[in-house]
């Protein structure tokens, strides 16, 4: 696992119980490791004492520490006052052994005598008062005698150790009073030069020092402030002084746990405030003990779902409860007889004045009129200046960075925009009313062409050719054959079951056009009484391999139905699904070699046997390519990945009109996309997953996963029902809120909004007829055993 993969975010308890039994909190973690470190430098700090002391008594007793030498000074300054001993003037200098040391100190009395003699206007000769002064200097030396002026002595022991550290021979020695004193710690000596330089530093600049001062004081006086002060400062000036909300260790080290806690729940109720208000309501956090019920329906994601509820304990997991006893209900299909107990939205949305979604067409519009800075700006996919703006219009960032971080704040900008308050959330549901038009091939594949045919461009540049038949008479299937005879040579396709399917069955990979028609022609009914439909699917001969292996890529968004508004969000990150053994296009019956399936390729000898999983993250896809294909300069993020986004969006505008008919209030939910890269790195459009296989079959997927799903539930539960307040949190559970960064963490972009861009979809099809030709499902009659991958 590679340094990129770490699983860096969200580290929150629940994720951590998947792979260890044992729960440990992050903090305490970070915290014992710490201890120990410390623990360790006591230890080897004790260990050195003791070595040093070791190594003095085995050598030379004449070699004194510089402490023990400034003891011995401070000693005789004690002992000279007490006898009382006043001296006007006396007479103090370090005598070194070597005669050197006494020339220097003999010139600089030469010189400030011959300053002292030119005042008076007498003149004495050089030679003489040298002689004089070395005959001084050995007397002084002999008496050595003490001297109250400390600061003079220091500066000259300061003086010489920088001179003693430039001499090679005596590099760990100096001279005080005469004697040779070893220089036992460098941290010492480093310390009392950084002290001589900060006290010059305030000599030279006094007012900086009082500002200094200043600043101390006013922090010792808030110490002495009551708790609530405290509190009440932190959420409104440290708060505003720092927009986002940057977590710290570093600069919140000095609050108390529960200064500490505040500041991480009313982060995380500030993140949940500009996703509502952009959604036109808000939800005030509760102050009172709810009552609020969830169920989680089986499946292999079932365990994943209820593990990141755990750290969400005003939730309570009701198993056995009736769905309509239920607050909240996850399922792999829909359940339509909760959603029925759903309301219905009667308010018309607010259209907002400008629009920061585009289709094709209008990006190429927008590049001729952008300077080549805000070209390569816009090709740094997932690249902002501020996280804000990821989740709100470019119109709105300005305004919202300039609220006070409190709830008040919050409710007072809710009045003055006119937003609608929502205190009690009844029924929230994991599925959208009509998300088969996305999740069902036959029904993604009309509803994109018609769109695509509205905004006139080819489909087929995003999607491979299909064509959807019901039988050998049907005018797609005779379309398909003059297809098939103008292209000769291209003669292998895919034939997919149009409904009723998922994890890859039905799926034939066929050769030659008797094995189409056979297939086709055969008439058969399924149990709800509907004939078989079929997609034939041009199958890309000629893919983009990966260590001579076919993949794809699987990536998610999220769409939001709150409170009668429609978003949906593209999630950064997403990974390669790899095939088990070398690809070989004309072995068309070997299903590990063309299918990427995980449902199928768990089951061959060679999985997990080149990547743990048979999964691959795009970091890992980029080194690749830059390894592989060097000359060709492929880059995952700046060539391939805004395409992925595209095709995205312009699927979900191909929907909008479909998805919530009803417009039910509270729903949302998470679908999976699935493309493929040919030879020259374009990328296609496969399927759309309603119900995305959440398994964490390898540990990038651990990490990918359990983060996505915790960023869709900040984005859709926890807007609609945000944690409660402060005084509602029992002791036992603050440690659950583990928030931070949490604006930053968001891995999820806005990708489509209703408010910027329905209207203009709604006027790009006031003139089409509805001749879709795509019959409403029964999706409780689809083979479901287990989610769709």
Not at 517 to 534: A, D, L
């Amino acid at each position: 696992m590679n340094r990129e993969d770490l699983a860096i975010y969200p580290y929150t308890p629940q994720f951590q119980t998947i792979y260890n039994p044992t729960l440990v909190h992050p903090m305490s973690a970070f915290v014992s490791r710490q201890s120990n470190r410390n623990n360790q430098l006591q230890r080897n700090k004790l260990k050195r004492n003791v070595e040093h002391q070791n190594y003095k008594r085995q050598h030379d007793q004449r070699h004194l520490s510089l402490a023990r030498a400034l003891q011995i000074v401070q000693q005789q300054q004690i002992e000279q006052q007490r006898k009382g001993s006043l001296q006007k003037e006396v007479t103090i200098c370090l005598a070194y052994s070597n005669s050197k040391h006494q020339d220097s100190i003999v010139q600089k009395k030469d010189k400030i005598q011959n300053l002292q003699n030119n005042q008076q206007g007498t003149q004495i000769d050089p030679v003489e008062e040298k002689t004089l002064n070395i005959n001084d200097l050995k007397k002084t030396l002999s008496k050595q005698n003490g001297s109250n002026k400390t600061k003079t002595l220091l500066n000259n022991i300061l003086g010489l150790l920088y001179q003693q550290e430039n001499e090679k021979e005596n590099k760990n020695f100096f001279s005080i009073l005469g004697l040779r004193i070893k220089s036992s710690k460098q941290q010492e000596q480093q310390f009392l030069r950084t002290k001589a330089y900060s006290q010059e530093k305030e000599r030279e600049y006094p007012k900086q020092s009082i500002d200094i001062r200043e600043s101390i004081s006013r922090s010792v006086q808030r110490k002495r402030e009551s708790p609530q002060s405290q509190i009440k400062n932190i959420s409104q000036q440290s708060m505003r002084n720092n927009q986002n909300f940057r977590f710290s260790l570093n600069e919140y080290s000095s609050l108390s746990r529960d200064q500490l806690f505040q500041t991480k729940l009313l982060n995380y109720h500030y993140f949940l405030f500009i996703v509502s208000t952009q959604s036109n309501f808000y939800v005030v956090p509760s102050d009172n003990q709810i009552e609020l019920q969830f169920k989680v329906g089986k499946g292999n994601n079932s365990l994943l779902i209820k593990e990141t509820f755990k750290q969400r304990w005003w939730w309570t997991l009701t198993q056995e409860a009736e769905n309509k006893e239920c607050n909240f209900v996850w399922t792999q299909i829909k359940a339509p007889s909760y959603m029925n107990l759903q309301e219905w939205s009667k308010e018309s949305i607010l259209i907002r004045k400008k629009s920061v979604s585009y289709t094709q067409t209008d990006l190429k519009q927008s590049k001729k009129q952008q300077s080549p800075k805000s070209q390569k700006k816009s090709i740094k996919f997932g690249k902002f200046d501020d996280p804000l703006q990821k989740l709100v219009s470019d119109q709105d960032v300005n305004e919202l960075k300039t609220i006070d971080k409190s709830v008040q704040s919050f409710q007072k900008y809710v009045e003055k925009k006119g937003l609608k308050t929502i205190e009690n959330i009844h029924k929230i549901h994991n599925h959208i009313e009509s998300n088969h038009h996305l999740g069902n091939k036959k029904a993604m594949f009309h509803n994109m062409k018609k769109y695509y045919e509205l905004i006139k461009q080819d489909l087929f540049l995003h999607l491979p050719i299909t064509f959807h038949v019901s039988s050998i008479k049907d005018k797609s299937y005779l379309q398909f054959l003059e297809y098939y005879k103008e292209k000769k040579g291209n003669s292998i396709w895919i034939v997919k079951p149009g409904e009723f399917t998922n994890r890859g069955n039905g799926i034939i990979v066929c050769q030659n056009l008797n094995e189409i028609h056979r297939i086709v022609s055969k008439r058969q009914i399924h149990p709800n009484g509907k004939p078989f439909t079929y997609l034939i699917q041009k199958y890309i001969e000629k893919p983009f391999l990966y260590n001579k292996r076919k993949f794809d890529i699987r990536c998610y968004f999220l769409i939001t139905q709150l409170n009668n508004v429609i978003r949906a969000y593209w999630y950064e990150e997403g990974y390669l699904r790899t095939s088990s053994e070398e690809f070989n296009i004309n072995d068309v019956s070997n299903q590990y070699v063309h299918l990427t399936n995980d449902a199928i390729q768990k089951n061959s000898e060679g999985y997990g046997k080149y990547e743990n999983g048979n999964k691959l993250s795009f970091a890992e896809f980029q080194r690749y390519l830059d390894k592989w294909y060097s000359n060709d300069h492929l880059d995952f993020y700046r060539d391939l990945y805004p395409k992925l986004k595209m095709i995205t969006l312009n699927a979900i505008k191909s929907v909008y009109n479909k998805i919530e008919p009803y417009k039910k209030n509270y729903n949302f939910e998470i679908f999976g996309l699935d493309f493929m890269i040919d030879e020259k790195f374009k990328p296609y459009l496969i399927e759309i997953n309603t119900n995305p296989c959440l398994e964490l079959s390898s540990p990038l997927l651990g990490r990918i996963i359990p983060a996505m799903i915790e960023n869709a539930f900040r984005l859709s539960i926890d807007t609609l029902v945000p944690p409660p307040e402060q005084s509602q949190w029992p002791p036992n559970k603050k440690h659950l809120l583990f928030y931070d960064n949490i604006l930053e963490n968001n891995r999820f972009q806005l990708l489509f909004d209703e408010q910027e861009e329905g209207e203009q979809i709604k006027n790009l099809y006031s003139n089409q007829i509805n001749d879709d030709q795509i019959d409403e499902m029964n999706e409780e009659e689809e083979e479901y055993k287990s989610d769709d991958d």
